[in-house]
C-alpha cells in the first residue's frame, strides 16, 4: 500500500466492506446500533494497524473477526456483571460462529442479512428523515459529515438524528428480520421511497442555488441495485432503478454551460448517457419478467404494473425517442392515466395534463389540469402554474399566462429556477430577458 | 467517479482466432462478475476475441491504413473491460484487486473523462454552445 494514501484505501475497503459486516454482526447482537458501534471499532483497529502491516487478503474477513472478538470480550465483562438469562440466545450464536467466517462463501446468508438491514433502517417507527439518514450511513458507507453536507443541516443535528434513529429502535425492539408476506408489500415500498427520495434529492434540489447534486444520484443508483440483486422477483425494485437509470442518464443534459436548467424536451440529446438508457430499458426489462409478465404490450399486463415501473416506461418513452418531435405522446398520456388510477395524486394529474396537452392540443391538457388546480395540496407547487401558464401560452392566452408564470416564480425555492420562471413570464408579456443587454 | 478496469492478459497478442477462454476460469470470473454486480457498481463489462481476429487502423500522413491481426510489434493487448462506478480511485483498485486474476495477467485501472474534467474551452468546443435560453417548451422534467 503507498504510504501517501493509507487511509484512502482503508476508506475504500470500508466502503466496499462496512455494509454487509454491519448486517452480519447485526444478526449475530441483534441490534442494529450495536453492530454499527462494533463495525466502527474494527474500523478503528483497522486505522491503527493496516498502515504498517498492510491490507490484509481478506479485508471484510479480518474485521468482521475483529468485530466479534470485541462483541465477546464485552460479552464477558457484562456476564460477569449481571447474569440476564435472555440475553443467553444471541449470546449462544455470538460464540458458537466460527471465527474464519468467509463473507464470501455464506453469500446467501449475507444476501439475506444485507436485506434484513435494509428493511431495519427503514422501519415504520422512524421518522422518513431518520429513514434516510440510517439508511445511508448502515447501507450506503457514508460519514455523518456526508450526509449532512448532502441534506444541507449541520453534522452535529445529522449525528443527533443517527443516535436517535437508533436509540428508537432498540427501544421498540425491532426484530432484525425480512417482514412476513403481509407487510412485506408495504415495507418493501418504504425502502424504495427511501432510496428515491435520495435519488430526488440529488437530481433536483428543492432549494438553495445549485441544481443537481449528482453524487447522490449515484449513492441511490448503488442501494437500488444492491436491492435488485437482494430482491430480483420484485418488479418494483427493477422499475425503481430503472427510472433511476434513465433520469440519470440526463443529468448531463439538464442544465446548460451557464448552469440555468434546461427543460427535458429542449435537452441535448447527444448528452443523454446511452449506456444508462441501456441500463434502464435492461432494467425495466427484468421487471416485466419478474412477476411472469410478458414484454411490455401494456394493454396485456399479466399482472398489472406497479407506479415505479410505470413511471419507468415512462421515462422509458423520453428516452427511446431521437428527438422531442418524436415522443410517443399517446403513450405517455396512457401510461399516466394508468397511473392516476394506481397511485392518484394532483401531482400525477399536472403530469397527466402536459402529456394530454401534447398528445390532444392545450385545450385538453387545460381542461385536466384544471380538474387539480384548487387543490390544497398544491397551493405550493410551483410546477401547476408553470404547466397552466405554458398551456395558457400556447392558446394565445397571454394575460393569463403572465399571472401563472410570476406565480410559479415566486414558489419555487430554487434560485435558477426562479429566474427561468421570471423570464418566460416577461417574454410572455412581451419583453426579452435583460440579460446580455445594457 | 467512472473507471475502466482493463484486463491485459499476457499471451493473447499471440492467440489464434477463435481461442476460448478456460472452463475454469471463467467461473472464477463469473463469481467476480456477480461480486461487482451485487454491489452495486457494475456498469459494464465485455471479453474481447483475440487480435487475429482484429484489424489496426493507423493514420500516417492523414491517410487512413488498414492493418490485420495478429500485430507483431504489440507487447501487451486488451483482453477486455469492466466499467464500473465508485467514489474514488483507490476503490477501483480495491476491487482491482479481489479479481481472480492468473500469473500472467494485468489489470490497469483507468478513470474515465467526464465533461466536467474538461477545461473550459474544451468543454464548449464538445458541447457545440449553442443558446439555449429561446425555450418554445415549458414542460416539467
Redesign the interface.
Known amino acids: 500500500m503507498t504510504a501517501s494514501n493509507p487511509h484512502r484505501a482503508i476508506e475504500a475497503v470500508w466502503r466496499i466492506e462496512s455494509a454487509r459486516l454491519i448486517a452480519a454482526l447485526a444478526r449475530l447482537v441483534r441490534d442494529v446500533g450495536r453492530a454499527e458501534e462494533l463495525a466502527q471499532d474494527a474500523l478503528v483497529a483497522a486505522l491503527e494497524q493496516w498502515p504498517q502491516a498492510g491490507i490484509p487478503d481478506n479485508p471484510g474477513a479480518w474485521l468482521m473477526a475483529t468485530a466479534k472478538h470485541r462483541a465477546i470480550d464485552q460479552l464477558r465483562h457484562r456476564t460477569l456483571a449481571a447474569r440476564k438469562h435472555q440475553q443467553l440466545g444471541y449470546e449462544i450464536d455470538l460464540l458458537e460462529t466460527p471465527d474464519d467466517l468467509d463473507l464470501d462463501t455464506v453469500d446467501d446468508d449475507i444476501g439475506d442479512d444485507l436485506l434484513r438491514l435494509m428493511f431495519t433502517a427503514c422501519h415504520p417507527v422512524l421518522s422518513e428523515e431518520a429513514q434516510v439518514a440510517l439508511t445511508l450511513r448502515l447501507i450506503g458507507g457514508l460519514s455523518t459529515e456526508e450526509i449532512a453536507r448532502a441534506f444541507l443541516v449541520p453534522e452535529t443535528t445529522m449525528a443527533q438524528r443517527i443516535v436517535r434513529a437508533k436509540r428508537a429502535l432498540s427501544e421498540a425492539r425491532v426484530p432484525f428480520e425480512i417482514p412476513g408476506a403481509a407487510q412485506l408489500s408495504e415495507r418493501l415500498a418504504a425502502v424504495l421511497q427511501v432510496i428515491y427520495l435520495v435519488f430526488n434529492e440529488g437530481y433536483s434540489a428543492t432549494a438553495g442555488q445549485d441544481w443537481a447534486r449528482p453524487s447522490l444520484c449515484e449513492d441511490a443508483l448503488r442501494l437500488g441495485r444492491i436491492l435488485a440483486e437482494l430482491a430480483p422477483h420484485e418488479a418494483e425494485v427493477h422499475g425503481l432503478v430503472a427510472l433511476m437509470e434513465i433520469q440519470a442518464s440526463r443529468l448531463r443534459a439538464r442544465v446548460d454551460p451557464s448552469g440555468a436548467p434546461v427543460l427535458l424536451l429542449d435537452q441535448d440529446r447527444a448528452k443523454w448517457d446511452q449506456l444508462l438508457i441501456h441500463r434502464g430499458l435492461a432494467a425495466l426489462e427484468r421487471a416485466a419478467r419478474s412477476n411472469g409478465a410478458r414484454p411490455p404490450s401494456f394493454a396485456q399486463f399479466a399482472i398489472a404494473p406497479g407506479p415505479y415501473v410505470l413511471q419507468a416506461e415512462i421515462a422509458a418513452c423520453h428516452a427511446r425517442a431521437l428527438t422531442a418531435d418524436a415522443t410517443d405522446w399517446q403513450r405517455i398520456a396512457a401510461l399516466y392515466a394508468a397511473l392516476m388510477v394506481l397511485a392518484p395524486s394532483p401531482i400525477v394529474a399536472v403530469n397527466s395534463a402536459v402529456a394530454i396537452g401534447m398528445a390532444e392540443g392545450p385545450a385538453a391538457g387545460l381542461e385536466m389540469i384544471d380538474t387539480v388546480s384548487h387543490e390544497p395540496a398544491l397551493r405550493n407547487y410551483h410546477l401547476l402554474p408553470t404547466v397552466r401558464g405554458d398551456l395558457l401560452e400556447k392558446l394565445g392566452r397571454y394575460d393569463e399566462a403572465f399571472a401563472e408564470f410570476t406565480r410559479a416564480a415566486a414558489l419555487t425555492g430554487n434560485a435558477r429556477e426562479r429566474r427561468f420562471l421570471q423570464e418566460r413570464a416577461a417574454r410572455v408579456a412581451g419583453q426579452f430577458p435583460g440579460k446580455g443587454h445594457a | 467517479m467512472r473507471f475502466m478496469m482493463i484486463m491485459i492478459p499476457k499471451g493473447y497478442e499471440q492467440a489464434t482466432p477463435g481461442t476460448q477462454p478456460d472452463a475454469k476460469r471463467v467461473e472464477a470470473m463469473m463469481k467476480y462478475n456477480e461480486?461487482l454486480?451485487?454491489?452495486?457498481?457494475l456498469?459494464?463489462l465485455d471479453g474481447l476475441h483475440p487480435p487475429s481476429m482484429g484489424a489496426r487502423v493507423s493514420f500516417a500522413g492523414g491517410k487512413p491504413k488498414v492493418t490485420d491481426g495478429p500485430f507483431a510489434e504489440a507487447k501487451e493487448v486488451i483482453g477486455g473491460y469492466w466499467?464500473i462506478?465508485?467514489?474514488?480511485k483507490?476503490?477501483a483498485?480495491?476491487?482491482a484487486m479481489r479479481c481472480p486474476g492468473s500469473e500472467n495477467e494485468v489489470i490497469e485501472v483507468r478513470q474515465v473523462q467526464e465533461?466536467e474534467d474538461f477545461t473550459p474551452d474544451l468543454?464548449?468546443a464538445a458541447?457545440g454552445?449553442k443558446d439555449?435560453?429561446d425555450?418554445?417548451?415549458?414542460?416539467?422534467?
Not at chain 2, 462506478?85 to 474514488?88: A, F, G, L, R
Not at chain 2, 425555450?135 to 422534467?141: L, T
Open positions: 461480486a454486480q451485487k454491489a452495486g457498481i456498469l459494464a466499467m462506478q465508485v467514489k474514488s483507490e476503490e483498485v480495491q476491487w465533461l468543454q464548449q458541447e454552445f439555449l435560453r425555450s418554445p417548451g415549458g414542460k416539467p422534467r
